[in-house]
């Protein structure tokens, strides 16, 4: 076999376990921690299936967009797009792209395959703009999950300190 | 800690509708926090928040920290560095009077802010700085997996992102040589407060003349 050859047929090989071989994914996001078995390869971006963007953020992938409660992020679902593509009848959501419309920041650490994303600006707009009290959701030493609606009626004074 | 545990049970039995909740900014956990709020015989919520949530939420930038919540979820009073009483070095007597006065009059205390006020007194972050926040999350994230390298990269870039965070500062160097308050932190409160800054937010208790919330 020519050395051309060889290249090519090792070029291939390495393209076909990429697109064969699953690679896998950790997001955080708030206190979440959500390991995604399977992943688009991709070497920015964060592309999972629908299913798993509901479990990274709440969102839900619909017909007319990427919603969350009332609001909806338009997603062409019938040809390929920055934010979904279909791969051998498989949808793929991009996460990240989502997040740079949201200004949702994130980091990810590529080798690791860790993926963190910040809070989303339109859940804390009424904070800036009308003193809303931002929502939490924590486990309580106890492993009871805490919540500001569990405070409802109440006169609360929140308060943060430290061991260091 | 345990003075406040002093003034909830004393609050509490003037008025039942008065809570606390107490977050610990502890990326350690369990290990740093929890023999604290133990000592304090804490019968209040008490949450350990591993990844600093609270203070990314809120945008706010030291402990200890405060923020005055009333009965519909709206803020009343931020931001401010807050003791339960005057410790010496630290601290102030100040402070808890005007949280008793808030308990006692609710709306009509004059030491609660309208909702102008609170806009004006919420902590204003970069945009820079609001990235900092998952890059500190992906640094506890590895820290809590004892991958102290990359906690160090991220908590590190995260600083560097935010520099206006004592938080994410004395996290970290907490695990160095020198300590969370050592001379490294020293330096930094020294050159801030040298530049006519303030190392606590600071506390506004001038009375709201004829609040009429």
Redesign the interface.
């Known amino acids: 076999m020519k050395t051309s050859a060889r290249v090519v047929l090792a070029l291939a090989s390495i393209f076909f376990s990429c697109l064969t071989f699953a690679q896998s994914a ?1 997001v ?1 996001y ?2 979440r ?1 959500v390991v995604i078995d399977e992943v688009l390869p991709d070497a920015s971006d964060l592309w999972v299936k629908p299913e798993d963007l509901t479990r990274i953020n709440d969102f839900e992938l619909k017909p007319q967009g990427a919603c969350l409660d009332e609001l909806c992020i338009p997603v062409l679902q019938d040809r390929d797009s920055d934010m979904f593509v279909t791969r051998q009848d498989q949808g793929w959501f991009n996460v990240t792209e989502l997040a740079n419309i949201l200004q949702q ?3 990810a ?1 590529y080798g ?1 395959g ?1 993926w ?4 989303m600006p339109v859940e ?1 707009r009424a ?8 929502d ?1 959701l ?4 106890d492993g009871n999950l ?1 919540s ?1 609606s569990d ?14 | 800690m345990p003075v406040w545990q002093v003034i909830y049970e004393e609050l509490q039995a003037e008025n039942p509708n008065f809570e606390i909740v107490s977050f610990a900014q502890d990326s350690g956990g369990e290990t740093d926090a929890g023999p604290i709020f133990d000592a304090a015989n804490a019968t209040y919520t008490s949450v350990i928040d591993a990844n600093h949530t609270i203070s990314a939420l809120y945008n706010l930038v030291n402990v200890p920290s405060a923020v005055w919540i009333d009965e519909e979820g709206k803020i009343v009073r931020i931001n401010e560095g807050t003791y339960a009483k005057n410790h010496g070095a630290f601290g102030t007597d100040e402070y808890v009077p005007i949280v008793r006065d808030w308990v006692a009059n609710g709306a009509d205390s004059p030491y609660v802010w309208d909702t102008e006020t609170v806009s004006e007194k919420i902590f204003q972050r970069t945009p820079e700085a609001e990235r900092a926040q998952p890059t500190f999350r992906l640094g506890t994230y590895f820290f809590a997996s004892g991958d102290e390298v990359k906690a160090e990269q991220y908590w590190d870039m995260a600083q560097e992102l935010d520099p206006t965070s004592w938080n994410y500062l004395r996290q970290d160097i907490m695990y160095e040589d020198g300590g969370s308050a050592g001379p490294e932190w020293r330096a930094r409160r020294d050159a801030v407060e040298g530049a006519g800054g303030t190392y606590y937010a600071p506390l506004d208790i001038e009375p709201v003349p004829n609040n009429d919330r």
């Open positions: 950790t955080l708030n206190e921690v920041s994130w980091v650490d690791a860790v963190s994303f910040g809070g804390r904070f800036f703009q009308s003193a809303e009290a931002p939490f924590l486990p309580d030493r805490v500001l405070f409802a009626g109440k006169q609360l004074l929140l308060l943060t300190w430290a061991s260091w």
